[in-house]
């Protein structure tokens, strides 16, 4: 009788698990070092967006940053609340809203974008720059394969 189950299962050998965990790594590196600044890493995610295109719509953030639309409702509420966003009426759409840059963060785009590199330098050290650049490659490469 031959064994039917399943191979081991080695996380170490594990793709997701690997980037999953490193993926957390992430998230506790920026969120301490942009905690100074005032901001959380999901404000920091929708400030990159903003920076980027300043008059997005909330639908627009959600589908960029491939959240759910309550959690970008708490994120926007709470950057409101914390001056860093202003709502307008959109200038076609009656339902909806332009989100807005406000000084406030336009002015965090450099300390917080500068703290952000700070954690990839981090993340990159003891690699060769050509290493670091396959793995970007590599990366884009599998979240390209598991996108809708």
Do not use: C
């Not at 081991?8 to 999953?20: I, Q, T």
């Amino acid at each position: 009788m031959s064994d039917s189950s399943p191979p081991a299962f080695e996380k170490a050998r594990s793709p997701g698990y690997l980037v999953n965990r490193l993926a957390r790594l992430f998230a506790n590196r920026l969120a301490a070092a942009i905690r100074p600044l005032g901001l959380a890493p999901a404000q920091f995610m929708t400030l990159l967006e903003l920076w980027e295109e300043d008059g997005l719509t909330q639908a627009e953030l959600v589908a960029r940053l491939a959240v759910e639309q309550a959690t970008m409702a708490g994120t926007v509420a709470r950057m409101e609340r914390d001056g860093l966003i202003e709502r307008r009426p959109h200038p076609v759409d009656r339902r909806a809203q332009t989100l807005h840059l406000t000084a406030r963060a336009r002015a965090l785009r450099g300390p917080a974008t500068a703290a952000a590199a700070e954690v990839n330098a981090r993340a990159l050290a003891g690699l060769e720059a050509r290493d670091g650049q396959v793995l970007l490659d590599l990366i884009t490469r599998m979240a390209g394969n598991l996108a809708d």
